[in-house]
């Protein structure tokens, strides 16, 4: 597992049920660029670690601050599973959609994240991935953001863009048990 703080939240011990050996090299905070880079240096490090299931998690630190969109986005996406593959090219290769994240008074945010996730499908087509739709997941029956599934606001009214651990990260850790432990292959993830 590698990407930004979403995938860096799951428990790899736990998702791994003492089955499957699960590596989870995810941190907060980082871009598509530095994901990439995170990957390079953990296939330097591990040069014989065979890699079945790789799942990426990228784009929500990417858009934060988008005011015209996220097509720039374009070439880094590519350009991160171009290597993904060239590194691990007999693995699966997931990645993760961006869930409904509240915008915290950036009002771009949520069409960002509709975007960029519109952006992953597009590239995980173009270079044969699998899109792991976790988006849907977090909606309530309305179609809004299922405000159970996050933290309330903090004390200076902001909210965390992340699902909450005891409500939020098992719906985000269901998707990734079932494809890790799945005896037959399900590209969705349900």
């Given at each position: 597992?590698?990407?930004?703080?979403?995938?860096?939240?799951?428990?790899?011990?736990?998702?791994?049920?003492?089955?499957?050996?699960?590596?989870?090299?995810?941190?907060?905070?980082?871009?598509?660029?530095?994901?990439?880079?995170?990957?390079?240096?953990?296939?330097?490090?591990?040069?014989?670690?065979?890699?079945?299931?790789?799942?990426?998690?990228?784009?929500?630190?990417?858009?934060?601050?988008?005011?015209?969109?996220?097509?720039?986005?374009?070439?880094?996406?590519?350009?991160?599973?171009?290597?993904?593959?060239?590194?691990?090219?007999?693995?699966?290769?997931?990645?993760?959609?961006?869930?409904?994240?509240?915008?915290?008074?950036?009002?771009?945010?949520?069409?960002?994240?509709?975007?960029?996730?519109?952006?992953?499908?597009?590239?995980?087509?173009?270079?044969?991935?699998?899109?792991?739709?976790?988006?849907?997941?977090?909606?309530?029956?309305?179609?809004?953001?299922?405000?159970?599934?996050?933290?309330?606001?903090?004390?200076?009214?902001?909210?965390?863009?992340?699902?909450?651990?005891?409500?939020?990260?098992?719906?985000?850790?269901?998707?990734?048990l079932r494809i890790i432990h799945s005896k037959r292959f399900n590209p969705l993830g349900y």
């Amino acid at each position: 597992i590698a990407g930004d703080s979403f995938a860096a939240r799951l428990d790899a011990d736990r998702l791994s049920r003492g089955k499957e050996t699960v590596t989870n090299i995810a941190k907060g905070g980082l871009k598509i660029s530095a994901i990439q880079k995170s990957i390079e240096a953990f296939h330097t490090k591990n040069p014989l670690v065979q890699v079945k299931k790789l799942f990426l998690s990228f784009g929500a630190n990417d858009i934060r601050y988008c005011t015209q969109g996220v097509n720039h986005l374009k070439t880094p996406v590519s350009d991160l599973m171009k290597t993904a593959k060239k590194l691990y090219p007999n693995a699966r290769v997931f990645v993760q959609a961006i869930p409904p994240v509240h915008p915290n008074g950036q009002d771009k945010i949520p069409g960002n994240v509709c975007a960029m996730n519109n952006l992953i499908f597009d590239r995980c087509s173009r270079h044969k991935l699998f899109y792991l739709d976790v988006f849907w997941a977090f909606l309530d029956r309305y179609g809004n953001r299922n405000e159970r599934l996050f933290p309330k606001c903090d004390n200076r009214g902001f909210y965390d863009i992340h699902p909450s651990p005891k409500a939020g990260m098992p719906v985000l850790a269901k998707f990734y048990l079932r494809i890790i432990h799945s005896k037959r292959f399900n590209p969705l993830g349900y």
